[in-house]
């Protein structure tokens, strides 16, 4: 099947600094790409709409100068934590989208950031 | 807007035996409707989709699902478990095929005991 490969897997940074998370679709072409947020025992909660060329879609209450998102390939989308506090620290999730008539969601594995 | 209750947080399982997740949705219409399996650290998985037509749906490893309108429920299904299922378990309804308006669960953590 198709992979989605993302990077780093867990990150520790200190606070103030800033910290980026790649989303790469290794085999297929991605026109949208989301990106998700899972707290503890919780759900995940979608943060943002990437779109290849176009300025991201931010879900209501998501910062958009604090979780930059950059989409400028068919199969890489970023997206950077800058100024990083504590409680930033979460496990966040990318999902592309196969294009085609029927659209498939596949998900990267996680990055696991702590902010100290 | 839509939203989607798992109301079991963690289930234990013995290995071998038939296994049933439960997920209920609300929404006006018909949804779309996914399971997906989490294994620690790492992303989500597949394990099938509801659009349309037949309501039982087979996915992958064994698993199937049954959506029921008029329960307006979603409940997963393995008939024998195996040590290696054992992950959690997320139920999401989306408004489109497109992915676009998924709204996950909480999650199920499936333990399997010997």
């Known amino acids: 099947g198709a992979v989605v490969s993302q990077h780093p897997s867990r990150v520790i940074c200190k606070s103030g600094t800033s910290v980026k998370i790649e989303c790469r679709s290794l085999?297929?072409?991605?026109?949208?790409m989301f990106w998700y947020r899972q707290f503890p025992k919780q759900s995940l909660m979608l943060m943002a709409t990437?779109?290849?060329?176009?300025?991201?879609?931010?879900e209501q209450g998501v910062e958009k100068d604090k979780f930059l998102i950059n989409h400028a390939s068919l199969t890489l989308s970023t997206l950077t934590v800058t100024s990083a506090h504590p409680e930033d620290s979460s496990f966040y999730i990318c999902?592309?989208?196969?294009?085609?008539?029927?659209?498939?969601?596949?998900f990267g594995q996680g990055t696991r950031l702590t902010v100290v | 807007a839509q939203s989607v209750t798992q109301p079991d947080i963690h289930i234990t399982v013995s290995e071998g035996a038939s296994l049933e997740l439960r997920c209920n949705y609300s929404?006006?219409?018909?949804?779309?409707l996914f399971w997906y399996v989490q294994s620690p650290g790492q992303g989500l998985q597949l394990l099938l989709k509801?659009?349309?037509?037949?309501?039982l749906v087979q996915g992958i490893k064994g698993f199937e699902a049954e959506f029921k309108r008029s329960q307006s429920s979603f409940n997963l299904r393995k008939p024998s478990v195996h040590w290696s299922d054992a992950a959690e378990y997320f139920c999401?309804?989306?408004?489109?095929?497109?992915?676009?308006?998924?709204?996950f669960g909480k999650g199920t953590m499936l333990l399997v005991s010997p």
């Open positions: 509801y659009f349309s037509g037949d309501t």
């Open positions: 999902s592309a989208i196969s294009r085609g008539p029927k659209p498939e969601a596949f």
């Open positions: 085999d297929f072409q991605a026109t949208t």
């Open positions: 999401a309804v989306g408004l489109n095929s497109g992915y676009s308006t998924l709204t």
């Open positions: 990437s779109n290849e060329g176009s300025k991201a879609t931010y």
């Open positions: 929404y006006g219409a018909t949804p779309y």
